[in-house]
Structure formats: C-alpha cells, structure tokens
Nanobody
Framework: QVQLVESGGGLVQTGGSLRLSCAVL????????MGWFRQAPGKEREFVAG????????LYTDSVKGRFAISRDNAKNTVTLQMNSLKPEDTAVYYC?????????????????WGQGTQVTISS
C-alpha cells in the first residue's frame, strides 16, 4: 500500500514562489518514478513534471520549463516541486503521483497512486 500526502500549496502573487512537497508512505519509494500533475477548474488533469527513479532524469511540460524544478530525496521518501515566477495560469489543484510499475513519462495512466491534491492560487 502506498500513500501520498502533499503539502505546501497556498495563495501567492504573480511572480512569487511556492514549494510543494509530497511525502510517500511505502517501502519501495526509491523504485517509483514520480510525477506532479495539476487540474484547473473545468480542465483536464495535466502533467507538470516528472522524475525517474534514478534522478536527475526529469521531464517538464513546456509551460513550466525554466520556472519549475522537481527533485526527490529517496532517503526521506519525498518529492518536491519548486515553483518560481508563478503566473495566474498556474492556478490549479496540484497532485503528486507515483508509478509502482516503474513507468516513467507524461501519461496519467503510467501513475497508479495519487495524493489528495493541494490548491495553488496565483493572484494577478
């Protein structure tokens, strides 16, 4: 059984920063590719960033490249998303996801464990 618990969301102004963390409860965290997704109101959940089992292999959606950074600490069973230069269009619920099958990529279907989500709101 794997549980994911996100934290770090909140309300910031345009240009600000937030740091999201995801604590993973489970014995095999270091073997899981991890991802962050987001879902804005009325929109589909979309891939934001991913990190493979052996960092630093990472993936980012184009709209966050150069602004967001994903990292993991296998000793602490955590994955982090540092978000800088935030824009109103980054407003969404952000979800942490884990792939227990070892599948790494941008597709939602690769990830089989999900957190409850954390709200990120960027004011203009």
């Amino acid at each position: 059984q794997v549980q994911l618990v996100e934290s770090g969301g909140g309300l910031v102004q345009t240009g600000g920063s937030l740091r999201l963390s995801c604590a993973v409860l489970g014995r095999s965290f270091s073997t899981y590719p991890m991802g962050w997704f987001r879902q804005a109101p009325g929109k589909e959940r979309e891939f934001v960033a991913g990190i493979n089992r052996s960092a630093p292999t990472t993936l980012y959606t184009d709209s966050v490249k150069g602004r967001f950074a994903i990292s993991r600490d296998n000793a602490k069973n955590t994955v982090t998303l540092q978000m800088n230069s935030l824009k109103p269009e980054d407003t969404a619920v952000y979800y942490c996801a884990a792939s227990s099958r070892g599948m790494f990529g941008t597709l939602r279907s690769f990830y089989d464990y999900w957190g409850q989500g954390t709200q990120v709101t960027i004011s203009s």
